[in-house]
C-alpha cells in the first residue's frame, strides 16, 4: 500500500534521466517553457491515452512520434491489442506514426508484422510488441534523422476502432459461435475477463477451448467431469477448462463439476 514509481520513471532514475510529471500540459505555461528550452528533436510518446495539444505537435523539427500497438489504420484507439485477438486476427504489429489533432490518424514512418499465437493473452502478447515496438522506435527515429523514412498518409477507409475496453464487454454473449467466445476471452485477459453466470452467481471463465459438440446456445452439457456449453454456431461448443464463482479460488472444470453439481440441460448466462 506504498505509493510506487512507475517502471519508466523507475529506468530514468536509476539512469541519471530528469523526469517531470506535469498533471496536465494542454495549458500548462511552465511545462511548455521546460520544452521549449530543451529544444528537442523529437517528441516521443508512448501509452500516454490523452490528446496532445497542438502547439506540442508543432515544437520539434521531427514531430510528436508515437507507438501504436496496431498495424494501423487497423485498431485505431485506446485497446489495440486487446481487440486484435478478441476479433480473431492472426496478424498484428506496431506501427510508429506522427501524431496529428486526430485519433491516431497521423502519417506511418514504419511498421513491422508478429504472428498471434493460437494460445495468445493481450498479456503475452502485449510485452512482446513492447520489445519489437521499442525496437522499431529507435530505427524510426535513426531514420527521420538522416531522411530515410517516408511518411505515408493512413487511409481512413480502411480503418477500424479499438474503444477503451468496458466491464459489460467481458460478458459472455453465448449466440456467438465458440471460437469467437474464446477469443474474446483470451482478449480480454486480464480485463475485463469473461464472465457469465450459474445459479445467479458470477462465473468468471480463465480458460477455455473449442470442441466439437452439438448443444442449444448457452446450454450445459456435463459429461465425464468435462463442462462445456453451447454457442451460437450449433455446430460447436465451449469447453471450459477453468473457471472461478464469485468469492472463491479458481478451480478446474472438475472441481467446479463435483463441487457444484451443474446438470447437463441448466443454462449459463
Known sequence: MELGFSPVKDAALRLGIEVAQPAAIKNNLEFRERLEGIGADAIIVVGYGRIIPQWMID????????????????????????????????????????????LDTGEILMQREMAIEAEDTAGTLGPRLAVMGASLMVETLGGLEIGSVRALAQD??????????????????????????????????????????????????????????????????????????????????????????????????????????PRSGERLG
Open 156 to 261: 481512413d477507409a480502411r480503418a477500424t476502432l479499438a474503444p477503451i475496453l468496458r466491464k459489460e464487454d467481458g460478458r459472455m454473449d453465448f449466440s456467438r459461435s465458440a471460437q469467437s467466445l474464446l477469443d474474446r476471452l483470451r482478449g480480454f485477459q486480464p480485463w475485463p475477463g469473461a464472465f457469465t453466470n450459474f445459479k445467479e452467481k458470477a462465473l468468471s471463465v480463465h480458460r477455455a477451448r473449442v470442441v466439437d459438440a452439438r448443444v442449444a446456445a448457452g446450454e450445459i452439457l456435463v459429461e465425464g467431469g468435462r463442462l462445456m456449453v453451447g454457442c451460437g454456431d450449433g455446430a460447436s461448443a465451449l469447453e471450459l477448462l477453468e473457471v472461478q464463482v464469485e468469492g472463491k479460488r479458481r478451480m478446474t472444470a472438475l472441481e467446479f463439476v463435483n463441487g457444484y453439481r
Open 59 to 102: 515544437l520539434p523539427r521531427l514531430g510528436n512520434v508515437n507507438l501504436h500497438g496496431s498495424l494501423l489504420p487497423k485498431y485505431r484507439g485506446a485497446a489495440p491489442i486487446q481487440w486484435a485477438i478478441a476479433n480473431g486476427e492472426t496478424v498484428t504489429g506496431v506501427t510508429t506514426m506522427r501524431i496529428d489533432a486526430g
